[in-house]
């Protein structure tokens, strides 16, 4: 089992910035990726950023240019860091690892989720 704890939302304004953690901690094989989705009011949870244990990092259009996300390997954990956040970046933001367990395959596991709220 994995367990994944988030922190870090809340509500700012237009603007304002927040940092998103999320640390993973378990029975861990090897993180393939760490990411970051997000569900907003009324609409299905949808991809926002992703990155590898490579270092190769993805993401949604409408968040490129004011989001930034990165790890820390050694702690497994995994931020988002959220600049010139907007209205429409209302959402909970969930924390998703992708854990690699040789040959008993590939595994997702998902954070609680943290409420990220901007205002106009």
């Known amino acids: 089992q994995v367990q994944l704890v988030e922190s870090g939302g809340g509500l700012v304004q237009s603007g304002e910035s927040l940092r998103l953690s999320c640390a993973a901690s378990g029975s861990i094989f090897v993180i393939t990726a760490m990411g970051w989705y997000r569900q907003a009011p009324g609409k299905q949870r949808e991809f926002v950023a992703t990155?590898?244990?490579?270092?190769?990092?993805n993401y949604v259009d409408s968040v490129k240019g004011r989001f930034t996300i990165s790890r820390d390997n050694a702690k497994n954990t995994v931020y988002l860091e959220m600049n010139s956040l907007k209205p429409e970046d209302t959402a909970v933001y969930y924390c998703?690892?992708?854990?690699?367990?040789?040959?008993?395959?590939?595994?997702?596991?998902w954070g609680q989720g943290t409420q990220v709220t901007v205002s106009s």
């Open positions: 998703n690892v992708v854990v690699s367990r040789g040959l008993l395959g590939t595994y997702d596991y």
């Open positions: 990155i590898t244990s490579g270092g190769s990092t």
